[in-house]
């Protein structure tokens, strides 16, 4: 277990690879923003917008997937105020909103004035279907991120929408799998580093049939008549900036965490809109080593807002945190006992980086120094 010699990110996060400065994947892709020229970017993301105006015949001309969370909000305002687009935003709610949640959703409708669509998914599937990718592999959201990534794109296509916007490319931002480069075409978000190579068939039982899953499923982007739907990333054309963003929608309204930063964060206003993702993000630690300390702290990072040496000390005081907030929660939602979640947790546990000390209790073997 390598950690990068620029941020805290280590090479056991799948498809981080150090080079011989000791740089990760995400390190080099910030040096490789750096050289872009935004104002050209700007300039091909204003031409675009300017032909869906000039021949959209349906209602809305872009769809933005909202859950709120600050990026959302930001991608709606951005492509309403800044580039005139008539925008609709969809939520997927399933999940558990907490109050800033809700709050924030509320407020960016009445503060960018727009409309926005719910998609509430049946209960008992979309639970069956966090169950078992708990179960299976360890990552309860992975039904969660393919609802967002297939029903949005759906919803899209059922009101004829010709653009999605979706926030960052998280592979290319923060070092992944999917891609090396840049790139504007979010056409197969379906493939990301979020969904892997899982399919919603890998879990069809006699419990979730075909017919259940239609948000679930990505779809075919031509249409019948020949449209394509076009599906593109913001964070191609815009410096993505978590920090700036949040300034920027807390101006309208945006509310942080009221009660602090959760267990094993350090900021307040990082995915607090709902209670089921914290577990989903604790289990990295489990197998990779890492949570939300080193994303968060990477991001500072990134954006010059702190030193490593700062970075390292936050993600050694706040790593062991196990995010107790919304932990009985997840086993209400999920129908698991604490037993039953525990002896899951151990069959992720990555022993190459973890050791027991004479107490008998787990450690990391290799903590970022």
């Known amino acids: 277990m390598n950690y990068c010699s620029k941020c805290v990110m280590p090479d056991t996060k799948p498809g981080v690879t150090l080079d011989e400065r000791g740089y990760c994947n995400a390190c080099r892709s910030q040096e490789y923003k750096r050289e872009i020229d935004w104002d050209q970017r700007d300039r091909e993301l204003r031409e675009m917008c300017d032909k869906i105006r000039e021949s959209n015949s349906s209602t809305y001309d872009c769809l933005v997937p909202v859950s709120g969370g600050k990026n959302g909000w930001y991608q709606a305002y951005t492509m309403q105020a800044q580039y005139g687009l008539k925008v609709l935003c969809c939520v997927i709610g399933a999940h558990i909103p907490t109050t800033e949640g809700i709050h924030n959703l509320n407020q960016m409708v009445k503060s960018v004035d727009l409309d926005i669509i719910k998609v509430s998914l049946k209960p008992s599937v979309y639970k069956a279907i966090r169950k078992k990718t708990f179960i299976s592999q360890g990552e309860p959201n992975w039904s969660e991120h393919m609802a967002i990534f297939g029903g949005v794109t759906n919803i899209a296509k059922i009101y004829d929408i010709p653009l999605v916007v979706w926030g960052e490319d998280v592979a290319f931002e923060f070092g992944g799998i999917q891609t090396k480069l840049s790139k504007a075409d979010a056409s197969d978000i379906d493939k990301n580093d979020l969904i892997k190579d899982k399919t919603i068939d890998n879990f069809l039982d006699n419990d979730i049939t075909f017919r259940d899953t239609f948000f679930y499923r990505y779809p075919d982007l031509k249409g019948p008549d020949g449209k394509v739907l076009s599906s593109i990333y913001l964070g191609h054309f815009h410096f993505w900036n978590g920090r700036e963003?949040?300034?920027?929608?807390?101006?309208?309204?945006?509310?942080?965490?009221?009660?602090?930063?959760?267990?094993?964060?350090?900021?307040?206003?990082?995915?607090?809109?709902?209670?089921?993702?914290?577990?989903?993000?604790?289990?990295?630690?489990?197998?990779?080593?890492?949570?939300?300390?080193?994303?968060?702290?990477?991001?500072?990072?990134?954006?010059?807002?702190?030193?490593?040496?700062?970075?390292?000390?936050i993600v050694n005081n706040l790593r062991d945190q196990f995010p107790i907030e919304y932990f009985q929660d997840f086993l209400r939602f999920h129908n698991v006992s604490e037993d039953e979640f525990w002896e899951v947790v151990e069959k992720f546990r990555n022993k190459d980086i973890w050791r027991k000390d004479e107490t008998g209790k787990w450690e990391l073997k290799y903590p970022v120094s």
């Open 245 to 313: 963003q949040y300034e920027i929608v807390k101006k309208m309204g945006f509310k942080n965490r009221q009660d602090g930063p959760l267990s094993g964060n350090y900021i307040d206003y990082d995915n607090m809109d709902e209670k089921l993702c914290e577990i989903n993000i604790w289990l990295k630690y489990i197998k990779f080593g890492f949570w939300r300390s080193t994303d968060q702290t990477c991001y500072d990072l990134w954006n010059d807002e702190m030193t490593r040496d700062e970075a390292v000390e």
